[in-house]
């Protein structure tokens, strides 16, 4: 029965079904890392999930557009969404130096009825679309068994996403715009008496965040999942927020705790597949009483931003 | 002297400062209706159209304001526990969850002593649900206080882990046992006559006002308690210690306080009223607990309506009434409006995310404002200071 459970899709599944949780998580992290929570991440993949899921559906729809550049559009469009998203909410906690738990939330419910609005408005009955295919190695060596099927049968955005892992902690710790996001985020005082723009290093986190939120939804709808319906995240953001504390705010972490979170959720799948005797609530909640825990014993406390959800204002 | 002094010299003699203070809120609803006329005018509706037909569908007849009051009552417990949580510090959002589980373990007493008498049955539901929402919560708190988890992802978290536990439990051990085969409805048994709460209306009039409506006495229960927390948070010394932890942790702690405690107490009263939320729900309403297997079956949204309703009302218990009401008019009027206007409801949850941003948005200038009261009481102070010392 364990070869049952513990297949080659399985593990390629979990693989895949990182990826959202990845773009997500690791956007997350710069934002964070200069001191701000952004809680409305789910809000701003929904909406740049169901933008990049509209053009790649136009575009599919129409036949004008060859394929790859219909996809190209849909994540443009979605990192553009995931942008706008990201400014708005950089105004609203830095500038506004709003509360920064609730004003996520806000955000949150915002791109949640908003996309389901659009959704409903503009499309109607949950559809799926082509979208990115697997790509073609050379060598055949999507054939190698075991092997081949875990590591060399994904699309396009999965590969990016783990690839973006190694650049986000070379950004992070090796250049210069890293270390002004690091002081920001432990010692936004000292930061600004170093001539460093504290609002500037965290709007720009805020919005790379946000960029990388719409591209985790628009690779939820149009990479992984290819459909896209009403609430279509189920809270993927959130966990992804939970992630980068799971992660103590580095990169790799972040991307080994997304691997197990979607491993374990790839498992619950399984499990229902192939209909073992476990109720299939007790599955699906599985992956939220491992958040809880990880969160309870994160190993955060050394690399916690210490700034984390304080706003900064010169002279105080 | 300066211009600006008298003029609040004025303002605080006349209490109209505090009523400013109402203003921000004011002002991010009409900014909200500004967006969402926007989104209208984008959705090919007329705004005018859509706002009278939502006001119509609210308040137009009088079943419509009772239904409208019926869809405030859990939002008004949610959001009487969630003052309380916010004064206290605790960003609480799992409401959903820990009206879940009041439902649950409301619904089961309800159940089990059904027959016996109908105001020790019901009093002891409404006492059942409270603690099971209040440790759902208290959980959380604990969570908060001793490992440092952020409370807010771990009540989202929890909401999800109670939508399962009802899924698994009306599927299973509560479900209705005259309903038991494969193509069953997820719910529970109806509770017996005596268990349920007693319809709500104003004698006035043949017939009485609301007497053949929903309108049930959870309403009247809600806003009883609103009053009792309002007096609990601003007139007692426990109120006082929850709302100095949430004001100033350091400041709290040094003058004796024990912050781990606050915590704690603040979200086991929050997920106490949303507990009583589902219990009420049960109780008055539905008669017995059903969902739809969706998250939201049961509880309509009103954890997360809640919220905003708190933070419309200022985060007063008090303000809460008619934030809720406001809020079962928003979605009351939201179906009619989709019915005759063909646009969406979840215009309306849109719409909420906006007031909640728009509102907590608003802090920056009620600070600025109490600030610049500050500065210049104390320089009046000063100046009255050294008057009396050259004379």
Do not use: C
Not at chain 2, 179 to 191: M, V, Y
Request: glycine share 10%; hydrophobic share 55%; no cysteine.
């Amino acid at each position: 029965m364990i070869d049952q459970i513990f297949t080659a899709s399985v593990f390629a599944s979990a693989i895949r079904l990182a990826t959202p949780y990845i773009f997500a998580a690791i956007g997350e992290t710069f934002t964070q890392r200069s001191g701000v929570l952004n809680l409305g991440v789910d809000g701003i993949m929904l909406m740049g999930g169901f933008m990049g899921f509209y053009v790649v559906h136009l575009a599919e729809k129409a036949e004008v557009l060859a394929s790859p550049i219909g996809l190209l559009l849909g994540v443009l469009v979605a990192l553009l969404v995931g942008a706008l998203m990201g400014l708005a909410m950089a105004f609203i906690s830095v500038t506004l130096q709003a509360k920064q738990g609730i004003s996520g939330i806000g955000v949150y419910l915002f791109g949640l009825g908003f996309s389901e609005l659009l959704f409903q408005q503009l499309i109607g009955t949950p559809q799926s679309v082509e979208g990115f295919q697997r790509i073609a190695f050379p060598f055949n060596l999507n054939q190698v068994p075991v092997i081949g099927e875990i590591f060399f049968n994904h699309n396009l955005l999965v590969y990016l996403a783990f690839a973006l892992v190694p650049i986000a902690a070379y950004v992070l710790n090796k250049t210069t715009f890293g270390l002004m996001i690091r002081a920001v985020g432990q010692n936004p005082e000292a930061a600004d008496a170093m001539g460093i723009n504290v609002a500037q290093v965290r709007y720009a986190t805020v919005i790379i965040g946000g960029m990388l939120a719409g591209l985790a939804g628009a690779s939820l709808t149009i990479a992984v999942g290819k459909v896209f319906q009403q609430n279509v995240t189920a809270g993927i953001g959130f966990i992804a927020v939970a992630l980068v504390y799971f992660g103590g705010w580095r990169p790799y972490h972040v991307m080994m705790g997304a691997l197990l979170f979607s491993f374990v959720n790839a498992l619950q799948l399984q499990i229902k597949v192939i209909g073992l005797n476990v109720p299939s609530e007790f599955a699906t909640m599985a992956p939220y009483v491992i958040t809880i825990i990880a969160l309870a014993f994160a190993s955060k406390r050394q690399e916690q931003p210490t700034a984390l959800t304080k706003p900064f204002e010169r002279g105080e | 002297m300066n211009d600006s002094s008298t003029v609040t010299r004025i303002l605080r003699l006349t209490r109209l400062n505090q009523v400013i203070d109402f203003f921000p809120v004011l002002v991010a609803l009409l900014l909200a209706l500004v967006v969402a006329s926007i989104l209208l005018v984008a959705l090919n509706a007329n705004p005018f159209d859509a706002f009278s037909s939502m006001l119509q569908g609210a308040f137009g007849t009088e079943n419509a304001t009772a239904e409208t009051l019926v869809k405030a009552t859990p939002i008004l417990f949610v959001a009487i526990g969630i003052t309380v949580a916010f004064r206290g510090g605790m960003i609480n959002i799992g409401g959903e969850g820990q009206m879940i589980m009041g439902a649950i373990a409301g619904t089961t007493v309800a159940l089990i002593f059904g027959e016996g008498n109908g105001f020790i049955t019901i009093t002891l539901a409404m006492i059942v649900g409270f603690i099971a929402g209040a440790l759902y919560g208290g959980l959380a708190g604990f969570l908060k206080a001793y490992f440092d988890v952020n409370e807010i992802l771990s009540t989202i978290m929890l909401n999800q882990i109670a939508v399962q536990m009802m899924n698994f439990l009306l599927n299973g051990v509560l479900l209705d046992p005259a309903d038991a085969g494969i193509n069953h409805i997820p719910k529970t048994a109806r509770i017996a006559e005596v268990a349920q709460l007693p319809r709500l209306f104003i004698p006035i009039g043949e017939p009485a006002i609301f007497e053949r409506t929903r309108l049930h006495y959870g309403l009247l229960i809600a806003i009883v308690l609103a009053v009792i927390i309002y007096i609990f948070l601003w007139r007692t010394a426990m109120g006082y210690r929850i709302r100095a932890v949430g004001e100033n942790e350091r400041a709290s702690r040094y003058a004796g306080i024990n912050v781990k405690r606050q915590m704690i107490f603040s979200m086991l009263l929050a997920g106490g009223f949303a507990g009583l939320a589902g219990v009420v729900q049960v109780l008055g309403l539905q008669y017995r607990l059903q969902t739809d297997g969706s998250p939201i079956g049961f509880t309509g949204n009103a954890g997360f309506n809640g919220i905003v309703a708190a933070l419309f009302g200022g985060l007063n218990p008090i303000g809460a009434i008619p934030a809720s009401a406001f809020f079962g008019g928003l979605l009351v009027g939201a179906q009619k409006m989709q019915r005759d206007l063909g646009v969406p409801a979840s215009l309306i949850t849109a719409v909420n995310g906006l007031i909640v941003v728009f509102v907590v948005s608003s802090e920056i200038f009620i600070r600025r404002r109490a600030k610049r009261r500050v500065s210049v009481e104390s320089s009046e102070d000063n100046l009255k200071k050294t008057v009396e010392v050259k004379e």
